[in-house]
């Protein structure tokens, strides 16, 4: 393959990560890690993408020292008290579908 035609495969297939990493920015999906990866592949052949790289590892490591550096117990806390809640909203629908059966028609 000529350096042309692995610069435009690289180029191509770098933005559609890079790409489905911004979309998934805004729903659900690991964004940061796709733009890294994206950036990964272009800059392979693009120094542009290298410097950009860069600023990426160190925005993954920021969120990762965030979502890991609160205290254990803190943590723990948060997941009983959305554990509790889910169950106790779980509770409410149930209760709700057996003292009003006529909400679902039945």
């Known amino acids: 393959m000529t350096a042309l035609a692995t610069k435009l495969v690289v180029t191509i297939v770098g933005a559609l990560v890079l790409t489905a990493g911004l979309v998934m920015m805004v729903t659900p999906g690991p964004g940061l ?9 272009l800059a392979t052949e693009w120094d542009w993408a290298a410097r950009w790289l860069d600023a990426a590892r160190r925005r993954l490591e920021k969120a990762r020292v965030a979502a890991l550096g609160d205290d254990p117990a803190k943590r723990g ?6 554990g509790g809640a889910g169950v106790a909203a779980l509770a409410a629908g149930l209760a709700a579908l057996l003292l009003a059966p006529d909400l679902l028609g039945g």
């Open 77 to 82: 806390r948060r997941r009983w008290l959305a």
């Open 33 to 41: 890690l796709g733009i890294a990866a994206g950036l990964a592949i």
